[in-house]
């Protein structure tokens, strides 16, 4: 039950949090006033701005286009930031893509229209 009502409402998005943290950053706070204001840890802001700074531009672009509830629950922070720490850009993008070829598919494929469909 606990998982339906969690996919109802929504999983965050970790790029948008990020975001927010990034908003407060550039207007001069320092990632413990941004902290303080939002009623996290110093750590957690660290962590989501990690993302933002690290991870190639498509890659976060992709992620906060990303609406599949299912989806978004396996684009984790804790998942983006194993990608984000990577040492190389090429080494995020491709470790990326494939997780992302791991994940289930938006709709289900029975739910698809497939061409050969109406071939029987």
Not at 25 to 51: D, F, K
Request: charged share 25%; with cysteine.
């Amino acid at each position: 039950m606990r998982r339906q009502e969690r996919l109802a409402k929504g999983y965050p998005i970790a790029i948008s949090r990020a975001r927010i943290y990034e908003a407060g950053v550039a207007e001069g706070a320092s990632a413990a006033e941004v902290a303080r204001r939002y009623g996290v840890t110093r750590a957690e802001v660290c962590q989501y701005l990690a993302l933002v700074d690290r991870l190639p531009p498509d890659v976060v672009t992709a992620v906060e286009q990303e609406r599949d509830p299912a989806r978004l629950r396996l684009l984790s922070l804790r998942r983006l930031l194993g990608i984000a720490r990577l040492p190389t850009p090429a080494k995020r993008g491709h470790a990326f893509r494939t997780f992302v070829q791991s994940l289930p598919l938006a709709t289900p494929v029975a739910n698809r229209e497939l061409p050969f469909a109406s071939q029987r």
